[in-house]
């Protein structure tokens, strides 16, 4: 049988999605019962960061341990991938030892290519492309507070970053709209803009994106290795903060996310993770039960 990976969306179907998005709401029942889940005991997880992450490394490494598996922490000082060893070399010796690896890097053709020689299943923990994880417990955290996210409609606020990439793939797989608005230049991708016509709206007045979404979503406007932009994106992004009186335009029972850190005062206001339409402490803490069905999905 040939190893299923997870490096986008697009490795699962729509029917996979939503197994996955249940799943993690069973396992978050029986996490919060006290219900032991040792799905993979005796597994072995490793976790490659040439990214820092806190979010990332606490919900991996939680939940490995939670199905009675164990995870290891690999940085790039402590692999030979960071002293220029070649990447399917790297991918063949530590695929033999374990059941799952999953890397957090920085170009989307190093999973990729890790991924080709890997004899086991491997997850993107984020690239500068794509950041599926993230959408598997925003999509779990929709479904848990309004039901199913099919023909609603979604607002990215900002640059058009990997996680607005990775929110282009849900919507084709969830079928709901996608509207983005950012300023001339930080559009998403431009190959899944021309994939998806008709499913993405490209926009520039956050007003006009947010009138009557169930869903606003936005991250930093500079993300990591982006710092040196950080002064001039500010400047241009200025008129891209998501505060109270902008959601006062979504949808009456519209949802806002942030996939955090966040930083506050500059892409939302400073008590805007306070609000009503705020879930994103929910959407933090479903990391963790997302990517445990992701795993079972994947070792299964």
């Known amino acids: 049988m040939k190893t299923r990976h997870f490096l986008t969306l697009q490795d699962l179907t729509p029917e996979e999605f939503r197994q996955i998005i249940s799943r993690a709401s069973e396992l978050k029942k029986m996490q919060h019962e006290g219900t032991p ?7 072995v ?25 164990h995870a290891m922490f690999l940085s790039s000082n ?19 030892m374990v059941d799952i690896i999953m890397i957090r890097t920085f170009g989307h053709d190093i999973v990729e290519k890790f991924a080709e020689y890997s004899k086991v299943p491997v997850i993107n923990a984020l690239t500068d492309e794509y950041h599926p994880c993230q959408l598997l417990a925003d999509m779990q955290t929709f479904f848990e507070h309004r039901g199913d996210i099919q023909g609603k409609t979604v607002t990215w606020i900002g640059d058009g970053n990997n996680m607005c990439n990775s929110y282009i793939n849900a919507a084709a797989l969830l079928d709901f709209t996608l509207n983005v608005a950012c300023p001339q230049g930080y559009e998403p991708d431009s190959e899944l803009l021309a994939k998806h016509q008709g499913r993405v709206n490209v926009m520039r007045d956050p007003k006009d994106a947010v009138a009557g979404s169930h869903l606003v979503v936005t991250d930093v406007f500079a993300s990591m290795g982006q710092e ?9 992004f200025a008129d891209y903060q998501v505060n109270p009186a902008l959601m006062s335009l979504a949808d009456k029972d519209a949802l806002f996310m942030h996939c955090l850190p966040a930083h506050r005062g500059e892409e939302i206001s400073e008590e805007m993770l306070d609000t009503e339409w705020s879930v994103v402490f929910d959407e933090a803490e479903n990391r963790l039960h997302a990517q445990k069905a992701l795993m079972e999905f994947l070792a299964s």
């Open 78 to 96: 402590d692999t030979q991938l960071g002293r220029g060893e070649p990447i399917e070399d790297s991918a063949r010796v530590i695929s033999s």
């Open 45 to 69: 997880m490793a976790m490659i960061f040439e990214k820092s992450s806190t979010r990332t490394r606490v919900s991996f490494e939680a939940g490995m341990a939670q199905l009675g598996g």
């Open 228 to 236: 040196d932009e950080q002064e001039a994106r500010l400047k241009l």
């Open 37 to 43: 889940h040792k799905l993979l005991e005796g597994k």
